[in-house]
């Protein structure tokens, strides 16, 4: 290699490099603030009818329900159901779960989806689902430590599952 | 009177001296860009992940192996693409630097090559099981029932068997066919981890400028190889419609194959240049030979001489008239075009005495601006040397020849006798400094010659060689 091959190979590799760096600093950026949308729509549907609206007036009386704590749990018409999470978008993919409440208790939680982005995040999601799901299942609620190694889909995971949680208004 | 004078008449040897040098350093800097567009190329690999945000995701030691793992991946594989277009026979790359050096370069790229997809493999499994706080074998199962992965552990079989293959001690033990069909594999190996490469990672996700970059590459090597390696090569055949017209014995062993075809200028082959020939009778259509043209071809006639090497080649000597040839080519840069200095030495040793002959025909020469030597171990070895002295007289080249064998346990390429008068390459050539010297022959033979054009103190650029160990 000639001098000026390899001046040349060195100029032009370390400029395509600084620009990658410069592309890539600026996608993590902006990326790395998880941004969650909305929700959609789609929850008014999956909440379907057996949502029983009595307790709408409850999650305003759950604030009181403090002083009125002797009355409050048997009064408050326990709440039953379906409550879909915002979706919550990643770089590997957006995330959504669902909580089936049955007697303001939450019996399960459902992935409606997870970090798909590529194969690799599918297998790191399926790896780390299952241990939420446990987890979010004995703490009721989303206040669970993340899977180590998925911590972008425990972000997530979590973030959807405590909004769900919020519009089940249900307090732990 | 204000007729003017007609313009110089003495400045044509001294444009085409300058035209040489502009044309030789023009093409040096297309080499050079050439090489830096190969090594761009591969910083642009490590860029894809750069820009994807790859760094960000290094927190801990899995996630570094992975990172590594990625772009040895990226890296590795912009190689093997690269190694693709090297061995396509570009016209560029063949004009710019010759086959043969982009085929050395292709070699040196091989080991390197598979190490880094090797590497690629073994850091994604180590940093990913170390992430999933699993342990290696479990990793490579769960790898390997990951959609497209199979494929991908099939392309790096192949590689390793390509790889092996091309080791020179292994090499040796398979014939050129069984080992090109082997090699041929490549193109398999570098196909079948294309999907794995699109889906399971998220440097090459579906939407992003970096796929597109990606299957561009993919393109350009696939499509090079398709047009330059298969598509013209078949068309030219075809075309041109070569058939075997006689065979000629020249000497014991050695033979000129009289070709007959259509158009056959049109291929505008040059002095110097070969083609890799294909005769299709039931014994040797399987066998594709490099051979020169040892003459420059007519618009219906070409004629390549061929001495006796392998059982392939002798069996040439038992062709038919009337044969079909398919030929790809010309390829070559042992051509006058390729000069850069006002003066010409040519060295020939037996069989290569065909594209010395060419070049001698195709150049056009002042009396005394070449020189020409050829040599030989006895006097079964001056074939064409007739044809030779007969174009370095009608040029007004200097013709000298060398006959006898070399002294035992010496490495010179010259014969004893030679040697003993006191004969160097610089008493031959006495102006080499100021030459570019041409030299074909047996590859030990050519080294040695060129060893002493070099410390004589010519440089590389005034050194052309043509050999077809490739």
């Known amino acids: 290699m000639t001098k000026r091959a390899l001046l040349l190979s060195v100029l032009s590799s370390t400029a395509i490099l600084v620009t990658g760096w410069q592309l890539g600093s600026q996608a993590t950026s902006s990326v790395t603030a998880t941004v969650s949308p909305a929700e959609p729509a789609g929850s008014a549907g999956s909440a379907p009818a057996p949502t029983p609206l009595p307790s709408s007036s409850s999650s305003s009386g759950g604030t009181s329900s403090g002083t009125a704590s002797p009355s409050a749990s048997p009064t408050t018409a326990a709440v039953s159901g379906t409550f879909t999470g915002d979706s919550v978008q990643t770089r590997y993919g957006a995330v959504q779960v669902q909580i089936t409440v049955a007697s303001g208790t939450i019996s399960e939680v459902t992935a409606l989806h997870l970090t798909d982005a590529d194969g690799r995040s599918v297998s790191i999601s399926n790896r780390a ?18 899977v180590s190694g998925a ?3 425990s972000q997530a995971y979590l973030t959807s599952l405590q909004s769900a949680i919020d519009q089940a208004g249900i307090t732990p | 009177m204000s007729v003017r004078t007609a313009p110089e008449v003495a400045a044509p040897p001294h444009t085409t001296d300058r035209t040489r040098r502009v044309r030789s350093l023009r093409r040096a800097r297309a080499a050079d860009v050439l090489v830096a567009v190969c090594w761009s190329s591969v910083a642009a690999a490590v860029s894809l992940y750069l820009a994807y945000g790859g760094l960000a995701e290094v927190t801990d030691v899995g996630s570094a192996l992975t990172a590594a793992g990625v772009i040895t991946g990226l890296v590795g594989t912009d190689l093997i693409l690269i190694m693709l277009v090297l061995a396509a026979r570009l016209p560029l790359i063949d004009r710019l630097v010759g086959q043969d050096t982009a085929m050395a370069f292709h ?6 090559a598979l190490y880094l997809i090797l590497a690629h493999g073994v850091l994604l499994t180590i940093g990913y099981a170390l992430a999933d706080g699993s342990t290696v074998v479990a990793e490579t199962v769960s790898l390997f029932q990951s959609p497209d992965m199979p494929l991908a552990y099939l392309g790096v079989g192949l590689l390793v068997a390509v790889v092996v293959t091309s080791l020179v001690a292994v090499r040796r033990r398979f014939s050129y066919e069984a080992w090109h069909l082997v090699h041929l594999l490549s193109y398999a190996a570098v196909l079948v981890a294309l999907p794995h490469q699109l889906s399971a ?5 579906e939407g992003t400028v970096q796929r597109v970059y990606w299957i561009a590459l993919y393109v350009l090597a696939f499509g090079s190889i398709a047009v330059f390696r298969f598509g013209l090569p078949a068309l030219r055949s075809l075309r041109h419609g070569v058939r075997v017209a006689a065979i000629e014995p020249v000497a014991p062993g050695v033979v000129s194959l009289h070709l007959v075809g259509r158009d056959l200028d049109r291929l505008q082959t040059v002095g110097g240049q070969y083609a890799i020939w294909r005769f299709w009778s039931g014994k040797t259509w399987w066998h594709a030979h490099p051979l020169s043209f040892s003459a420059v071809p007519t618009s219906t006639t070409a004629r390549i001489t061929v001495r006796s090497l392998g059982a392939g080649s002798d069996s040439l000597s038992r062709l038919r008239p009337g044969t079909r040839v398919s030929l790809e080519g010309p390829y070559g840069i042992f051509t006058d075009a390729h ?48 044809e030779v002295g007969v174009l370095s007289a009608a040029r007004g ?15 010179t ?18 102006e080499l400094l100021d030459s570019d010297l041409y030299v074909c022959g047996p590859q030990v033979w050519t080294d040695l010659v060129v060893r002493d054009a070099k410390a004589a103190g010519l440089p590389d650029r005034q050194i052309h060689v043509e050999r077809f160990d490739w």
Do not use: N
Not at chain 1, 129 to 146: D, K, M, N, T, Y
Not at chain 2, 201 to 205: D, I, Q
Not at chain 2, 397 to 411: E, I, K, N, Q
């Open chain 1, 151 to 153: 911590t972008y889909t």
């Open chain 1, 129 to 146: 689902a299952p241990v939420l799901r446990q987890e979010a299942l004995a703490a009721q609620s989303a206040q669970v430590q993340g």
């Open chain 2, 107 to 112: 070699r040196q790229l091989g080991k390197p």
């Open chain 2, 201 to 205: 990672g998220g440097v090459l996700a």
């Open chain 2, 413 to 430: 390429w010259m014969s004893a006798e030679a040697l003993g008068r006191g004969v160097t390459i610089t008493s031959v050539f006495p």
């Open chain 2, 397 to 411: 080249a200097t013709l000298y020849s060398m006959v006898g064998p070399r002294p035992p346990g010496l490495a």
């Open chain 2, 339 to 386: 000069r850069t200095s006002p003066k010409l030495a040519l060295v020939a040793a037996g069989i290569g005495i065909t594209p010395v002959r060419s070049l001698l025909e195709h150049s056009e020469l002042r009396p005394g601006e070449a020189t020409v030597l050829l040599r030989g171990t006895d006097s079964t070895q001056t074939y064409l040397w007739d």
